[in-house]
């Protein structure tokens, strides 16, 4: 009994970190958010509250790591004339217009939620690594080896910040971020290119997307990398890469607050999977339910 109080205890956690750290499933609707409120889309000067329930999944690539049920996720956005916080994202306008946005922004990092473990003293586990070099490891040879999340060292929680671009025409948003670390943990940067349309099919809402992570080498080293101390096959590092991704967010309104909601993500992580670390290329979020609006 006490153990599963623990592990309910911990899965409520763990849902609050992946909300906080924003986790890979709705940044696309966060920052087409971010570029709806300049075109006088969303109300300003008020809380935006709502909350999913209903079924999905947070797929897990990583060898030892546990999947994510998706069972009750809440949204929290507030939007002022300049500064506006969403869902764990803190931000500032400097331009608004009908057709461009430039924001600043800031986040947790979102790598972090594949090693969340399902003890919550290990979430913020300060720990670090000291590693030297040894001799050099084949692709071919990675490809036979696996070493688990379990088997290595904390994660730790990184904040970025940077800036992000939308071009809005008609039904269509372009948007640019570039993020770098501000926490000095991985010491590295990201940047991101995404496509988003927004279509009405009678009732129906859909927004597709498509998009692809830059992310350098600092930061894949330090989440996915080796030190020589965690793994028997020497230190390992993964290098700079570009990872595609693919949306869907759909919506058929059921009354003026409450809506049947289905979104499916596909992340590409094939260019890092020379990480003994990974065991599947990709990673996917899938969830249906219901949303209510408070």
């Given at each position: 009994?006490?153990?599963?109080?623990?592990?309910?205890?911990?899965?409520?956690?763990?849902?609050?970190?992946?909300?906080?750290?924003q986790?890979?499933?709705?940044?696309?609707?966060?920052?087409?958010?971010?570029?709806?409120?300049?075109?006088?889309q969303?109300?300003?000067?008020?809380?935006?509250?709502?909350?999913?329930?209903?079924?999905?999944?947070?797929?897990?690539?990583?060898?030892?790591?546990?999947?994510?049920?998706?069972?009750?996720?809440?949204?929290i956005?507030?939007?002022?004339?300049?500064?506006?916080?969403?869902?764990?994202?803190?931000?500032?306008?400097f331009q608004?217009?009908?057709?461009?946005?430039?924001?600043?922004?800031t986040?947790?990092?979102?790598?972090?939620?594949?090693?969340?473990?399902?003890?919550?003293?290990?979430?913020?586990?300060?720990?670090?690594?000291?590693?030297?070099?040894?001799?050099?490891?084949?692709?071919?040879?990675?490809?036979?080896?696996?070493v688990?999340?379990?088997?290595?060292?904390?994660?730790?929680?990184?904040?970025?910040?940077?800036?992000?671009?939308?071009?809005?025409?008609?039904?269509?948003?372009?948007?640019?971020?570039?993020?770098?670390?501000?926490s000095?943990?991985?010491?590295?940067?990201?940047?991101?290119?995404?496509?988003?349309?927004?279509?009405?099919?009678?009732?129906l809402?859909?927004?597709?997307?498509?998009?692809?992570?830059?992310?350098?080498?600092?930061?894949?080293?330090?989440?996915?990398?080796l030190?020589?101390?965690?793994?028997?096959?020497?230190?390992?590092?993964?290098?700079?890469?570009?990872?595609?991704?693919?949306?869907?967010?759909?919506?058929?309104?059921?009354?003026?607050?409450?809506?049947?909601?289905?979104?499916?993500?596909?992340?590409?992580?094939?260019?890092?999977?020379?990480?003994?670390?990974?065991?599947?290329?990709?990673?996917?979020?899938?969830?249906?339910?219901?949303?209510?609006?408070?």
């Amino acid at each position: 009994m006490k153990s599963q109080t623990i592990r309910m205890c911990a899965a409520v956690y763990v849902l609050i970190g992946i909300l906080v750290s924003q986790a890979s499933a709705d940044d696309s609707t966060r920052t087409e958010r971010e570029s709806r409120v300049a075109n006088q889309q969303i109300d300003t000067q008020q809380w935006h509250l709502s909350i999913n329930t209903g079924a999905g999944v947070i797929t897990n690539p990583l060898h030892g790591g546990d999947n994510l049920p998706l069972i009750v996720l809440p949204e929290i956005a507030f939007y002022g004339e300049k500064w506006f916080f969403d869902n764990g994202r803190l931000g500032y306008s400097f331009q608004e217009s009908d057709t461009h946005v430039v924001n600043f922004v800031t986040e947790f990092n979102p790598e972090t939620r594949f090693f969340i473990d399902f003890h919550p003293s290990n979430v913020f586990a300060l720990q670090t690594s000291n590693s030297f070099i040894v001799e050099s490891t084949t692709s071919n040879e990675l490809a036979e080896k696996s070493v688990s999340t379990s088997d290595i060292k904390k994660r730790r929680w990184a904040l970025d910040a940077g800036l992000s671009y939308h071009y809005i025409h008609n039904n269509h948003v372009i948007s640019l971020q570039a993020l770098a670390d501000v926490s000095g943990v991985y010491k590295g940067l990201r940047s991101a290119l995404q496509w988003q349309s927004h279509h009405r099919i009678g009732n129906l809402s859909v927004a597709p997307s498509l998009g692809v992570w830059y992310k350098s080498a600092r930061l894949n080293d330090y989440f996915y990398g080796l030190s020589a101390k965690e793994s028997s096959y020497g230190e390992i590092d993964v290098g700079s890469s570009w990872q595609p991704y693919a949306k869907i967010d759909a919506r058929w309104p059921l009354s003026e607050a409450n809506s049947l909601r289905f979104h499916l993500a596909y992340y590409d992580y094939s260019a890092v999977d020379d990480s003994p670390l990974f065991e599947h290329t990709y990673s996917m979020t899938a969830f249906i339910g219901f949303n209510h609006i408070f």
